[in-house]
């Protein structure tokens, strides 16, 4: 086994990593290597940073659509009806 | 003198006794998280209506055994991602992205480690929008790189990364293991995580 990981490596199981679930020499490997490899270093906090941006980015829309004001209005109209009709 | 609006408990209570414009008023403050919830799950518009009206129609009927012990928006959002999941599991879906070159951003020399490492920058940092605009091409950027995601990747995403669920948790519901979780949360991030660096770069790969 490689001493240290290469890039592909790493980037492979980047996830895992940030999860705590790899065995500790592979996890050793893979922060000496985000220590030295720029790029790999940048991938991880983009990896990282993702969540939260796209938290922010897709968070709802002050105004519901048009599709969810239909299904509600549906929904009502079913309501008001008597059961079995 | 003008009445005062009636408060969320009065409207649980006209809505659970069958009032549906009580049940209108309650819901529509939430009807935008209860739509984008199932929407980021199902990413597909016609699905989203059917099953916020599945939704809906559940919170009516449940609301009698609604105790109040969390927020109604709280409770009301898990009941939309249940039916979400729900309408989800009936789908039949068959993707194929078991594929390695999905876990990595290359491209890589023959020893795996990176070639023209100059072209891979610190897209993260740029990647905060701050004008209105930009927020809005995100948002477009992200809908699109989520809306591209086969099925079985963006649900873990969603579920992990917006969600907030445990691995575990999400392994448990969606009937995976948590090794299996965590490799299709990795693509769907590595996949999303190129998508916005190409929006952020202004197109190019």
Same mark, same amino acid.
């Given at each position: 086994?490689?001493?240290?990981?290469?890039?592909?490596?790493?980037?492979?199981?980047?996830?895992?990593?940030?999860?705590?679930?790899?065995?500790?020499?592979?996890?050793?490997?893979?922060?000496?290597?985000?220590?030295?490899?720029?790029?790999?270093?940048?991938?991880?906090?983009?990896?990282?940073?993702? +969540? #939260?941006? $796209?938290?922010? @980015? %897709? &968070?709802?829309?002050?105004? !519901? +659509? #048009?599709? $969810?004001?239909? @299904? %509600? &209005?549906?929904?009502?109209? !079913?309501?008001?009806?008597?059961?079995?009709? | 003198?003008?009445?005062?609006?009636?408060?969320?408990?009065?409207?649980?209570?006209?809505?659970?006794?069958?009032?549906?414009?009580?049940?209108?008023?309650?819901?529509?403050?939430?009807?935008?998280?209860?739509?984008?919830?199932?929407?980021?799950?199902?990413?597909?518009?016609?699905?989203?209506?059917?099953?916020?009206?599945?939704?809906?129609?559940?919170?009516?009927?449940?609301?009698?055994?609604?105790?109040?012990?969390?927020?109604?928006?709280?409770?009301?959002?898990?009941?939309?991602?249940?039916?979400?999941?729900?309408?989800?599991?009936?789908?039949?879906?068959?993707?194929?992205?078991?594929?390695?070159?999905?876990?990595?951003?290359?491209?890589?020399?023959?020893?795996?480690?990176?070639?023209?490492?100059?072209?891979?920058?610190?897209?993260?940092?740029?990647?905060?929008?701050?004008?209105?605009?930009?927020?809005?091409?995100?948002?477009?950027?992200?809908?699109?790189?989520?809306?591209?995601?086969?099925?079985?990747?963006?649900?873990?995403?969603?579920?992990?990364?917006?969600?907030?669920?445990?691995?575990?948790?999400?392994?448990?519901?969606?009937?995976?293991?948590?090794?299996?979780?965590?490799?299709?949360?990795?693509?769907?991030?590595?996949?999303?995580?190129?998508?916005?660096?190409?929006?952020?770069?202004?197109?190019?790969?």
């Amino acid at each position: 086994m490689k001493l240290l990981p290469s890039c592909h490596d790493v980037q492979t199981d980047l996830t895992e990593y940030a999860e705590g679930t790899l065995p500790v020499s592979r996890r050793l490997g893979i922060r000496l290597h985000l220590w030295m490899c720029w790029v790999c270093a940048a991938f991880a906090r983009g990896l990282e940073a993702l +969540p #939260g941006i $796209a938290k922010t @980015a %897709l &968070a709802p829309p002050p105004e !519901a +659509p #048009g599709a $969810a004001t239909d @299904a %509600l &209005a549906q929904v009502q109209l !079913a309501l008001r009806k008597p059961p079995g009709t | 003198m003008t009445e005062s609006p009636p408060t969320e408990t009065e409207l649980i209570q006209r809505a659970a006794e069958g009032d549906s414009d009580a049940f209108g008023a309650l819901v529509t403050p939430h009807l935008s998280l209860f739509h984008n919830g199932i929407h980021r799950i199902l990413g597909n518009t016609a699905d989203t209506q059917d099953a916020l009206q599945d939704a809906l129609m559940s919170i009516h009927r449940d609301l009698p055994r609604f105790e109040g012990r969390s927020r109604f928006s709280s409770w009301g959002y898990k009941v939309c991602l249940n039916a979400a999941l729900m309408v989800r599991r009936s789908r039949v879906r068959i993707h194929d992205m078991e594929r390695s070159e999905f876990l990595t951003l290359g491209p890589f020399d023959d020893r795996g480690h990176h070639l023209e490492s100059e072209r891979l920058p610190e897209w993260q940092v740029e990647a905060q929008a701050h004008s209105l605009v930009e927020q809005q091409e995100m948002r477009e950027c992200l809908t699109r790189a989520l809306d591209e995601l086969p099925d079985s990747h963006r649900i873990v995403f969603v579920l992990k990364d917006l969600e907030d669920w445990e691995t575990d948790d999400i392994a448990r519901h969606l009937q995976l293991s948590p090794g299996t979780v965590r490799q299709r949360l990795h693509r769907a991030r590595v996949l999303l995580q190129a998508r916005l660096r190409t929006h952020v770069l202004g197109g190019r790969p």
